[in-house]
C-alpha cells in the first residue's frame, strides 16, 4: 500500500496529496529527494531509496515539464508494489487536463485518484496472475523438450551437439547414458562434455556434428609441414649479438666509518635551521584573495567561431531543412528527439575527464527536464539541451552551504577553542604541501595557525611538515613515528586551545580507499576529535578513479563510525589544477559524488599558489 503521494510545482508549491492514506511518513523522505536527487541533478534515476530511524521508503516521482508540476509516490521498501509506474503515469494525464495555474486547491481530485488507483492495482493483479499460470510446470517443460529434440532429428534444429546427430556420435554411450529427470537426453550437456576426437574416430572429418571442432589428423600435418617452414626461416636468420648489459661501478668506502651522524632530520641540527629559508607573510598575496577575471574578448572570439562552424555546418546539410526542423518540428520534445545531442554531450563531457558514470546520469537527468517541453521558435534542439546542461552543471558545483572558512575561524574564536581541519586522501596527491598553503593564506588574514603531524606512518612525513612550519614560522605539534594519530591529534588540539592557537591543520597519512586498517585509524581520528571540517585532498588528473575513491572514502568513514550520524567528507581541495588544461571534469566527478563543494584548488608549488574554483569558467571549459 502507498504510504504517501503528493503533487507539487517546481516551486514548492503542494497541490494535492492523498488524504485517504492518512499515515504520517518518518523522517522527511520527499525533503531528502528534492535536496539530494532533484536539486543535485539524479533526477534521471528510476527510484530513490531512503532510511531513516525506524523507517526504509522507495519514491519514485516523473515530471510535467511543460507545467513544472512533481508527482512523487512513496511506498515500503519491502512491498515492491508493482503498480506505482502505472499509477503515477495516469494521475499524470489526469491532473494534467485539470491543471489551473490560477488554482491552489484540487478536492475534486480525490474521487479521479480513487478510480485510477483500482485500475492499476486490478491490471497489476492480472499481469501477476498471467506470470504464475503462464509459468511452465516440470512435466509441460519436459514434453517442450522432447518435442524440441524430436524436431532436431527431424533436421529442423541447426543447434545440435556432436551427440545428438551426424554419422559416428549419434549411437555413443555417453550420449545414451546421460538422462534428465524427466527421461530425456540431455544433448547439450553431451556435446560439452565430449572430447574433440570424438568427432574424428573414424579418420574422416565429421562435418554435422563438430561445425566448431578441428581434425586432430590436419592439426598433425600442418604441424609437421609448418615445422620444416620454420626451421628453414630460423636457421638463414642471423642471431643477433646480445647487448652487453651495463655493470654498476663499485662505491669505494673510506677504511674508518665517519663519525658524524648521518641522520639530517633531527630537529636540534643546526644545519637545517641554516639551510632554511624563511617565508615572510608578505611574500606575495595568495590567490584565494584575487578574483579571476575570464576575458569576455576571447569568449566572443570563440562563440563567433562556433557560430561560423555552425553556419557552414548547416549549410552543408541544407539551410531550408535545418531551419524547418527547428520551427516546424514536433510540439513537444521527445526522449528520441533529444537522444542525439545528449549522447554528442556525453561523448564532450568524457573527453574533459568527466567519470563515464556522471556523464550518463546528468545526460538521463537533463532528458528527464526536458521531456515533454515545447521547443521554442528559431530554436535548435543541440541549443536547448546545452542551455539546459549549463543550468545542471551551474547548480551542481555551486556550494549549497556557506563555504566562508574565516567566517567559521572567527565564529570559534569567539567560543574560545580552535578551528580544526583534517586534511584526507590517497597518497601522493600533495596533502602536506597544500596545508602549507592553506597555513599561508590563513597567515595573511592575520590568524594564528597550528600544524599537528598526525602522518605517523609514513617515512619522512614528520620532517616534511617540519620544514613547512619552519619556512612559515609557524609552531608545529609532533610526537614522531608509530603512534596513534588520533590521540596525537586530540594533544594538538588541548595544545592549541593553552597557547591560543586561532586553527589546527591536521596532516593525515595518505591512504587507498581499500586499505581497511588505515581507513579505520582516519574514522577513529575523526570520531574521537570532532573535527569542523574534514577536506579531502585529491588530483586534478583523475577521472573515473576519483568516483571510486570519494564514495569508498565516504562509505568507510559511515561504515567504521559508532555514531547514528556519522561525519563524512565536507570539502574537496583540488590539487595540480595547473597540469590538465581544459580536462577539468575531475571537479565534476568528485562534487556529482560526494555533494561537498570545492573549497581550494592548487595551482602551483609555491605558498600563494591557492585559489578558489570559479564555476561560471569551469562550466564554459566542459562545454566548448
Known amino acids: 500500500m502507498l504510504e504517501q503521494l503528493l503533487i507539487f510545482t517546481r516551486g514548492g508549491l503542494i497541490l494535492w496529496t492523498c488524504k485517504e492514506l492518512g499515515n504520517a511518513l518518518r523522517g522527511s523522505p520527499i525533503d531528502t529527494l528534492i535536496r539530494s536527487c532533484l536539486l543535485e541533478e539524479r533526477s534521471g534515476a528510476s527510484s530513490y531509496n531512503y532510511d531513516a530511524p525506524g523507517a526504509s521508503y522507495t519514491l519514485k516521482w516523473t515530471f510535467h515539464n511543460e507545467l513544472g508540476i512533481v508527482f512523487v509516490a512513496v511506498y515500503q521498501r519491502i512491498l515492491h508494489l508493482l503498480y506505482v509506474d502505472d499509477l503515477l503515469a495516469m494521475v499524470k494525464r489526469e491532473f494534467s487536463d485539470l491543471y489551473d495555474p490560477k488554482r491552489t486547491v484540487y478536492d475534486d481530485f480525490d474521487d479521479i485518484y480513487r478510480q485510477l488507483r483500482k485500475e492499476a492495482e486490478a491490471r497489476a493483479e492480472e499481469i501477476k496472475k498471467s506470470k504464475q499460470f503462464g509459468k511452465p510446470t516440470n512435466n509441460s517443460l519436459g514434453r517442450k ?12 534444429n541447426k543447434k545440435k551437439s556432436g551427440g545428438e546427430s551426424g554419422n559416428d556420435g549419434g549411437d555413443s554411450e555417453k550420449s545414451k547414458g546421460r538422462k534428465m529427470d524427466n527421461g530425456h537426453s540431455n544433448g547439450n550437456h553431451a556435446g560439452i562434455e565430449k572430447s574433440p576426437v570424438m ?7 565429421n562435418e554435422s556434428s563438430n561445425s566448431g571442432a578441428f581434425d586432430v589428423n590436419k592439426l598433425h600435418k600442418l604441424r609437421a609441414k609448418g615445422g620444416k617452414k620454420t626451421d628453414t626461416l630460423v636457421n638463414k636468420v642471423p642471431k643477433a649479438e646480445p647487448k652487453k648489459k651495463a655493470t654498476k661501478k663499485n662505491r669505494v668506502w673510506d677504511d674508518s666509518p665517519p663519525e658524524s651522524k648521518l641522520d639530517y632530520t633531527d630537529p636540534m641540527s643546526e644545519n637545517l635551521d641554516e639551510n632554511i629559508v624563511v617565508v615572510a607573510t608578505d ?25 561560423k562552424d555552425g553556419k557552414t555546418n548547416s549549410t552543408k546539410k541544407g539551410w531550408f531543412s535545418s531551419m524547418f526542423q527547428s520551427i516546424a518540428g514536433k510540439a513537444n520534445l521527445e ?19 568527466v567519470a563515464e558514470e556522471i556523464a550518463e546520469k546528468l545526460c538521463e537527468s537533463v532528458a528527464a527536464s526536458l521531456e515533454g517541453k515545447k521547443l521554442a521558435s528559431f530554436t535548435r534542439i543541440s541549443s536547448t539541451v546545452q542551455a539546459a546542461m549549463e543550468e545542471a552543471l551551474v547548480r551542481i558545483l555551486t556550494p549549497r552551504r556557506s563555504i566562508d572558512i574565516l567566517r567559521d575561524v572567527h565564529a570559534a574564536k569567539e567560543q574560545r577553542k580552535p578551528y580544526v581541519v583534517v586534511f584526507v586522501g590517497v597518497n601522493g596527491v600533495g596533502k602536506s604541501t597544500n596545508l602549507a598553503k592553506v597555513a599561508y593564506w590563513l597567515q595573511q588574514h592575520k590568524v594564528n595557525v597550528m600544524m599537528a603531524a598526525c602522518d605517523t606512518f609514513r617515512s619522512g612525513a614528520v620532517e616534511q611538515l617540519r620544514t613547512h ?18 590521540i596525537v591529534a586530540k594533544e594538538a588540539i588541548q595544545e592549541a586551545t593553552r597557547n591560543g592557537s586561532d586553527v589546527v591543520l591536521v596532516d593525515t597519512a595518505g591512504r587507498m580507499q581499500d586499505n581497511e586498517p588505515l581507513m579505520r585509524a582516519l574514522s577513529k581520528l575523526i570520531n574521537l576529535n570532532s573535527p569542523d571540517l574534514v577536506l579531502f585532498v585529491g588530483e586534478a588528473l583523475v577521472g573515473n578513479d576519483a568516483v571510486d575513491q570519494l564514495s569508498k572514502f565516504n562509505q568507510k568513514l559511515a561504515d567504521l563510525s559508532a555514531s547514528p550520524n556519522p561525519r563524512l567528507i565536507d570539502g574537496i581541495l ?16 568528485m562534487v556529482y559524488i560526494s555533494g561537498a563543494p570545492v573549497m581550494f584548488v592548487g595551482c602551483g608549488q609555491s605558498y600563494t ?16
Open 574 to 589: 583540488l590539487t595540480k589544477f595547473d597540469t590538465i588544461d581544459d580536462k577539468v571534469g575531475a571537479a565534476l566527478s
Open 283 to 307: 611574500h606575495g598575496e595568495s590567490m584565494m584573495d584575487k578574483e579571476e577575471i575570464i576575458s569576455s574578448e576571447s569568449e566572443t572570439e570563440e562563440e563567433e567561431e562556433a557560430e
Open 469 to 486: 612550519a619552519r619556512r612559515l614560522q609557524i609552531p608545529i605539534f609532533e610526537k614522531g613515528y608509530e603512534k596513534d594519530p588520533a
Open 199 to 205: 568427432g574424428a574416430v573414424s579418420g574422416k572429418e
Open 335 to 353: 526522449k528520441t528527439d533529444l537522444t542525439p545531442a545528449l549522447k554528442a554531450l556525453k561523448d564532450r563531457l568524457m573527453t574533459k575527464n
Open 609 to 624: 599558489d591557492l585559489k578558489k574554483l570559479n564555476v561560471k569558467s569551469i562550466v564554459k571549459t566542459l562545454l566548448k
Open 145 to 156: 523438450q522432447g518435442q524440441m529434440q524430436k524436431a532436431g532429428l527431424d533436421g529442423g
